[in-house]
């Protein structure tokens, strides 16, 4: 018996998410009295994972997995833990998560519960603390079956160092590529991505425009955020999709979400509901978004957004 954590990378790189994951998984292994063994898909160097509790890491390299594809990962994933006897498979909560973590479930026969954001509160039964209604309240869920399948919530319990002197094994799984060829059409480069941002800088149309992205852009560089726009904005043309956040765009949960001319749909609120610290800049003080916010500035963006970057610049220069 052990605990399969699937440590997911981009380029090479883990995402942060991956070693929240990790984090999670050694602390789930201890409560079992087993050990956690994390699974690599092309990454270049695993020890990494040595870090934050990975006794085993699982290494695959293929080519076949350069792009992600649900079917074809979870297979693989699922091929892993059987081999590991895993009774207890982690991925992350990300859109790539929560597409294979159900497919995982069935390979398994497991039962499934994303969006966790606490370590067992008990193993036997099996229960789980997980986020429901759009984050707006919390469940307890029991999963009875041998196998479990845990979809951890980002940025919910944290990523902790625990330094094992851990081993690196590769893997050479027999499935191969899908017939269906996927690819990736929203990558950038030197820039941090919206899912793995600590922060992230949202604008709405109280920019008023596409010319006016500028200092949101520069705001973003000074506080080494991601740039994000309400689902209007991106409608509009003015921002691309891919920047779109919200319950029918991209979620975030980053620690720091700075909404600038954003009124506050519930849509955007939802898809934003998982930050820890919310910010809120508007001239209308009666924005629903001030009511979910934890901190607000009444206030032209045109006027406080440029004074806020000087303020940060000269901060990081002192």
Not at 3 to 15: H, I, N, P, Y
Not at 199 to 222: H, Y
């Given at each position: 018996?052990?605990?399969?954590?699937?440590?997911?990378?981009?380029?090479?790189?883990?995402?942060?998410?991956?070693?929240?994951?990790?984090?999670?998984?050694?602390?789930?292994?201890?409560?079992?009295?087993?050990?956690?063994?994390?699974?690599?898909?092309?990454?270049?160097?695993?020890s990494e994972l040595y870090t934050y509790g990975a006794e085993k890491v699982v290494s695959v390299t293929n080519d076949a997995f350069n792009t992600f594809n649900a079917k074809q990962y979870a297979?693989?994933?699922t091929e892993v833990a059987k081999a590991e006897k895993a009774t207890v498979v982690v991925v992350d909560s990300s859109i790539d998560g929560l597409y294979v973590a159900p497919i995982i479930a069935?390979?398994?026969?497991?039962?499934?519960?994303?969006?966790?954001?606490?370590?067992?509160?008990?193993?036997?039964?099996?229960?789980?603390?997980?986020?429901?209604?759009?984050?707006?309240?919390?469940?307890?869920?029991?999963?009875?079956?041998?196998?479990?399948?845990?979809?951890?919530?980002?940025?919910?319990?944290?990523?902790?160092?625990?330094?094992?002197?851990?081993?690196?094994?590769?893997?050479?799984?027999?499935?191969?590529?899908?017939?269906?060829?996927?690819?990736?059409?929203?990558?950038?480069?030197?820039?941090?991505?919206?899912?793995?941002?600590?922060?992230?800088?949202?604008?709405?149309?109280?920019?008023?425009?596409?010319?006016?992205?500028?200092?949101?852009?520069?705001?973003?560089?000074?506080?080494?955020?991601?740039?994000?726009?309400?689902?209007?904005?991106?409608?509009?043309?003015?921002?691309?999709?891919?920047?779109?956040?919200?319950?029918?765009?991209?979620?975030?949960?980053?620690?720091?979400?700075?909404?600038i001319g954003i009124s506050g749909a519930i849509q955007h609120l939802a898809g934003i509901n998982a930050s820890k610290v919310k910010v809120v800049i508007n001239t209308d003080p009666e924005a629903?978004?001030?009511?979910?916010?934890?901190?607000?500035?009444?206030?032209?963006?045109?006027?406080?957004?440029?004074?806020?970057?000087?303020?940060?610049?000269?901060?990081?220069?002192?």
């Open positions: 018996m052990s605990v399969l954590v699937f440590a997911d990378s981009s380029e090479g790189k883990f995402k942060k998410t991956a070693l929240e994951v990790v984090s999670y998984g050694k602390k789930v292994a201890e409560q079992l009295g087993t050990n956690v063994v994390a699974l690599t898909i092309n990454a270049s160097d695993s297979a693989v994933i069935v390979n398994l026969e497991a039962g499934c519960v994303s969006n966790v954001v606490d370590v067992p509160s008990s193993t036997s039964p099996f229960t789980l603390k997980r986020k429901t209604f759009s984050n707006k309240a919390f469940s307890n869920t029991v999963i009875s079956t041998e196998h479990k399948v845990i979809g951890v919530a980002k940025n919910s319990y944290g990523v902790h160092e625990n330094v094992v002197a851990g081993n690196t094994e590769t893997f050479e799984t027999t499935i191969v590529a899908p017939g269906v060829k996927s690819e990736k059409i929203e990558r950038v480069t030197g820039k941090v991505t919206i899912a793995d941002a600590d922060i992230v800088v949202s604008a709405g149309r109280g920019l008023k425009g596409p010319e006016n992205w500028g200092m949101i852009e520069e705001l973003s560089e000074v506080l080494g955020a991601a740039t994000a726009c309400s689902k209007p904005v991106s409608d509009l043309g003015w921002r691309p999709h891919s920047e779109h956040v919200g319950q029918t765009g991209k979620p975030v949960a980053a620690n720091l979400y700075i909404a629903p978004f001030f009511k979910a916010a934890d901190y607000g500035i009444v206030g032209d963006a045109f006027e406080v957004v440029p004074k806020l970057i000087e303020k940060l610049k000269a901060f990081k220069a002192s």
